[in-house]
């Protein structure tokens, strides 16, 4: 894993992000982090918090999964150069380069859920790095 690789800092995005600090290979693993699951009948208590914008639907039960750790800080891009994906078996996520970062470059995912799901809103405004 390649967590030395990364730091967290101020996003010209939004608030803060994860930046490559060393070079990153495409199709490396980035990271683990572990995941928290929320019980669905606490999501409606987590949704009136800033905390229910870093979750991600982990059932169809309406658990949700918190990812612990800096790679939480990856904003949203509709090109991302990473992918996190959420292991049940391990009750981890994993965070993947899908190409080459290079030094300085954020590392951004797609916080759509689903592959062919390129034009499901959003609940925020997506700015791109000026």
Known sequence: MLEEHVE???SPREGRGLFAVAPIAADS?????????I??????ALQATIV??????WDEHGTAA????????CN???????FLWLVPDGMVAQLFALRAIPVGEEIT???RAEEGSEDAPLWFEVRAAD
């Open 29 to 37: 693993l980035v990271m683990e982090a572990p995941l928290l699951l």
């Open 76 to 82: 949203h891009d509709d090109d991302p150069n990473a």
């Open 109 to 111: 995912v797609s916080y």
């Open 52 to 57: 229910d914008d870093y979750v991600y639907e």
């Open 8 to 10: 967290v800092r101020s």
């Open 66 to 73: 918190l990812v612990l750790g800096v790679s939480s800080m």
């Open 39 to 44: 019980p669905a009948e606490q999501r409606a």
